[in-house]
């Protein structure tokens, strides 16, 4: 999804670092492969999340939604060396597809994969974030936020992916669309929150940056 024209946006992307081979590898098994390749964080926003890790510089990262493993290994390259990065997704069926990946990289070792109910696992880990990125099922956005917050710590960054959702945030939300009805919220609850201070990006399909206080 894209709200700038065309040629602005072809403009940015082309002003930008350069795709890595191993992520332009990644993108075309998951294009001829998995079903939804559209997921994909892709180039442009893929280097976004890239240098936001590098200028943050988190010990430790929490993906929610881990899809075929993109924006993990994106993230992965502002890793501390004796850091970690756990991304959960629910379906197992990709578990081998990101494990090649991610074993591919240089940060194999400090990705710890995690299959299942990120609303029930997230509770389970006994670690603390200094950087998370929200991608998952859009319907429960608003239940991840109080999930993820007492696991962040102070001065860390809450990524949020897909908060425009194709424009429909802005619009009317038509009946038993329930992912807008669920974004709607979820935006208004971060944009409000106390512990939150936040800043909605328009790229691509809308990217919230939001430091917790």
């Not at 959702?165 to 038993?176: E, F, H, N, R, S």
Request: charged content about 25%; glycine content about 6%.
């Amino acid at each position: 999804m894209h709200f700038l024209p065309e040629h602005i946006d072809d403009y940015a992307v082309k002003h930008s670092q350069p795709e890595p081979k191993l992520l332009q590898e990644l993108t075309r098994e998951t294009w001829q492969k998995v079903l939804a390749p559209v997921m994909l964080s892709g180039h442009y926003q893929g280097r976004i999340l890239s240098m936001i890790s590098k200028l943050t510089r988190p010990l430790n990262i929490l993906e929610i939604g881990t899809y075929t493993g993109y924006s993990a290994l994106c993230l992965a390259e502002g890793i501390q060396k004796e850091g970690t990065l756990h991304t959960i997704d629910i379906n197992e069926e990709l578990h081998d597809f990101q494990r090649k990946y991610f074993d591919k990289s240089n940060y194999g070792k400090q990705i710890i994969q995690h299959t299942g109910n990120a609303l029930e696992i997230i509770p389970t880990l006994d670690i603390t974030f200094d950087l998370v990125f929200l991608d998952a099922d859009k319907g429960n956005y608003p239940k991840y936020i109080e999930t993820v917050l007492p696991k962040m710590n102070k001065g860390s960054v809450l990524l949020s992916d897909n908060v425009l959702w194709y424009g429909k945030v802005a619009q009317p939300t038509k009946a038993k669309d329930n992912d807008t009805a669920a974004l709607k919220e979820y935006n208004e609850l971060i944009n409000n929150h106390p512990l939150l201070e936040s800043v909605l990006l328009p790229i691509r399909d809308g990217l919230t940056i939001s430091r917790l206080k």
